[in-house]
């Protein structure tokens, strides 16, 4: 079967080397997600192991429509049979980019009536809408006139990994957390800090890479399982086998904040989903953090001044050039930020730049690179050493 995974916006090609890992096939990269060929299998660790997809899909139908009527048309005339009895229960989740179709809830209205009136024409009883729990979940993505149905797999968003359990004012996606510790290269054993760590998504999910755990093992259920094709064995053996390749990571990870109340947060989160003794959690302004060992990797996520709102945005974007630069000496630091001036104001050539999105906020994620010494040669004098480089 073709499936198709869920991301962000610039992970796409974090994804695909995730999917060759679990053994996918045919992997092709396309806006937003990734295509793969897959068993049975490969869809039950797709759920469960992928840290940057947000969804897995399976493609069924494909149909042009401009009217309410041709839409209707299309999707009853499609056999759902095979998917679903008409004792079961189904909810639709529509997508819609399309100037014959303007209302995302009138569209699923529509396919919903399709797919039920099909059931009543043949059996005589309509299946029900249960929108927390359905047997089906049923994606619909509109563009333009071409429509495209798919079966949810995922049920919840694959993103909500369970440690999540309190709000907090400004928190970072899951997924876009764990896809920024792949992108930075870290390999799990040196050093890793969050120094604005806010509720502690970032160091949960380099502490569940460093530990080997699937990101989405103690998730209670996904959509596949209320599936009529569902193989309980074979979802346990593949669960087994992901609890037997979690390790100790070597690698020491430190998450710090300000706020209290966050470092609470964090600190319950952990503890709850089984990582507080992988991390250590402390109360501490940006300013006194200090690098936890040699050659780390350092990931934040400071304020954007956009949802939190801070009146000296410059001054702290400057005070984190300083910092990365009298303290972190040896480190690769990476920075997200909506702010491109703010980023300027590090003061910091970036090693490299990512464009990724935080919601719906276009945000640049950037490495600044701490060399011990400056890559640049003073041909009188030899290499100049302790030289941060910046700009």
């Given at each position: 079967m073709n499936l198709v995974a869920k991301t962000f916006h610039g992970l796409?090609?974090?994804?695909?080397?995730?999917?060759?890992?679990?053994?996918?096939?045919?992997?092709k990269i396309l806006k937003r997600a990734v295509s793969f060929d897959s068993n049975k299998e490969t869809l039950y660790k797709s759920n469960l192991y992928l840290r940057t997809a947000l969804r897995i899909l399976q493609p069924l139908t494909t149909f042009t429509a401009r009217t309410e009527t041709e839409l209707y048309d299309k999707v009853k005339a499609?056999?759902?049979?095979?998917?679903?009895?008409?004792?079961?229960?189904?909810?639709?989740?529509?997508?819609?980019?399309?100037?014959?179709?303007?209302?995302?809830?009138?569209?699923?209205?529509?396919?919903?009536d399709g797919i039920c009136d099909q059931f009543r024409d043949s059996t005589g009883i309509r299946p029900s809408v249960n929108l927390h729990r359905p047997t089906?979940?049923?994606?619909?993505?509109?563009?333009?006139?071409?429509?495209?149905?798919?079966?949810?797999?995922?049920g919840e968003p694959l993103?909500?990994?369970?440690?999540?359990?309190?709000?907090?004012?400004?928190?970072?996606?899951?997924?876009?957390?764990?896809?920024?510790?792949?992108?930075?290269?870290?390999?799990?054993?040196?050093?890793?800090?969050?120094?604005?760590?806010?509720?502690g998504t970032i160091v949960m999910e380099a502490a569940m890479i460093a530990a080997k755990m699937a990101p989405n093992l103690k998730r209670e259920e996904f959509g596949f399982q209320r599936w009529n094709n569902y193989d309980p064995e074979l979802w346990a053996q593949i669960v087994k086998e992901a609890k037997e390749q979690i390790v100790q990571p070597?690698?020491?990870?430190?998450?710090?904040?300000?706020?209290?109340?966050?470092?609470?947060?964090?600190?319950?989160s952990a503890l709850d989903f089984g990582l507080k003794q992988f991390i250590n959690f402390s109360k501490m302004p940006f300013v006194e953090a200090i690098p936890i060992g040699k050659n780390g990797v350092l990931i934040m996520n400071p304020p954007y001044d956009e949802r939190?709102?801070?009146?000296?945005?410059?001054?702290?974007?400057?005070?984190?050039?300083?910092?990365?630069?009298?303290?972190?000496?040896?480190?690769?630091?990476?920075?997200?930020s909506s702010n491109s001036e703010a980023l300027k104001l590090v003061g910091l050539k970036p090693a490299e730049k990512h464009t990724l999105y935080n919601g719906a906020l276009e945000c640049r994620f950037q490495k600044f690179s701490m060399y011990e010494g400056s890559k640049k040669i003073n041909r009188s004098n030899g290499p100049r050493r302790n030289m941060p480089k910046d700009v």
């Open positions: 796409e090609e974090v994804l695909a080397k995730e999917l060759e890992a679990i053994g996918a096939r045919n992997i499609y056999n759902w049979a095979p998917y679903m009895r008409n004792d079961q229960t189904l909810a639709i989740d529509a997508v819609v980019f399309s100037r014959f179709f303007t209302h995302s809830k009138y569209v699923a209205l529509r396919v919903k089906l979940m049923i994606n619909v993505h509109v563009a333009e006139d071409k429509f495209t149905l798919s079966l949810d797999s995922s993103n909500r990994r369970g440690y999540r359990t309190k709000d907090h004012p400004a928190p970072i996606n899951e997924a876009l957390a764990a896809g920024m510790v792949m992108l930075s290269g870290w390999d799990g054993k040196s050093p890793f800090m969050d120094p604005m760590c806010g509720s070597e690698a020491r990870i430190t998450g710090s904040d300000i706020d209290l109340r966050s470092i609470d947060v964090a600190r319950q939190l709102k801070n009146s000296e945005i410059a001054k702290l974007y400057m005070e984190i050039g300083s910092q990365f630069k009298h303290k972190f000496t040896g480190w690769d630091a990476w920075v997200i």
